[in-house]
């Protein structure tokens, strides 16, 4: 089956460093990859995604990959801000079958402090 | 604003009782979903409908039944709410079954408080 592994939170970094997320998944077939976020309060917003190896998604300074020779969508941003605070979530759809459902990572919580 | 709307946004009741939550996207996709996240945050499919019908059915109790009367909207009936119901529900919908790079748009979110 599907499943999809991003790094244990929480992460707490200050304004303006650098943010990695790690992502990888498993799957069969040629999966599309997401980033989904969640600020405090709120519902979850779709971040970035890529449909095929090699595609990168970016939004708001966000970036990130699909890999799929090291099966990961690892998320990156150059310089964070307070306002990046969040849950960030990894997560697929498959083609085929009856795979159309989300299978999300367990979530990446982001502290910045000012 | 063309969206994802869920109501209510939050729901406080007593174990045994029944309760509804409506979600209606005005986005013309032909595809619902509800998801549940447990207080760690964790995010699980439940059910999906494309065009009023079941098409994904998660091993979820028989106490849950969602229902579509139409493709703009997707209900979720919970029948004698446990302890362990307590949870935030989310809505989402998305065009077409299958394409899978579709991305899935959520709603709000409704957390259920069961006492």
């Known amino acids: 089956g599907n499943s999809v592994t991003q790094m244990e939170g929480p992460v707490t970094l200050s304004e303006e460093a650098f943010l990695t997320i790690n992502c990888t998944y498993t799957?069969?077939?040629?999966?599309?990859l997401f980033w989904y976020v969640q600020y405090p309060g709120e519902g979850l917003q779709l971040l970035l995604k890529?449909?095929?190896?090699?595609d990168k998604g970016s939004n708001k300074g966000f970036e990130a990959t699909y890999r799929k020779e090291t099966t990961s969508f690892h998320l990156e941003k150059g310089s964070v801000q307070v306002s990046d605070s969040a849950v960030y979530f990894c997560?697929?759809?498959?083609?085929?079958?009856?795979?159309?459902?989300?299978?999300f990572g367990k979530g990446t919580l982001l502290t910045v402090n000012p | 604003d063309t969206a994802v709307s869920q109501t209510p946004k939050y729901l406080v009741t007593q174990m045994g009782n029944d309760k509804s939550i409506k979600c209606e996207q005005n986005?013309?996709?032909?595809?619902m979903y509800w998801y549940k996240q447990d207080s760690k945050k964790f995010l699980k499919i439940m059910f999906s409908?494309?065009?009023?019908?079941?098409?994904i059915n998660e091993t979820v109790p028989n106490r849950f039944s969602p229902k579509s009367p139409d493709k703009a909207h997707l209900n979720l009936h919970i029948n004698s709410l446990e302890l362990g119901d307590s949870a935030v529900y989310f809505c989402?919908?998305?065009?077409?079954?299958?394409?899978?790079?579709?991305?899935?748009?959520f709603g709000p979110g409704t957390r259920l408080t069961v006492l």
């Open positions: 409908y494309n065009n009023k019908e079941l098409i």
């Open positions: 890529a449909t095929k190896a090699d």
């Open positions: 986005l013309g996709h032909d595809t």
């Open positions: 997560a697929l759809t498959n083609c085929g079958g009856s795979n159309y459902k989300l299978t």
């Open positions: 799957a069969t077939g040629y999966p599309s």
């Open positions: 989402a919908s998305s065009q077409g079954v299958g394409t899978s790079g579709r991305a899935q748009l």
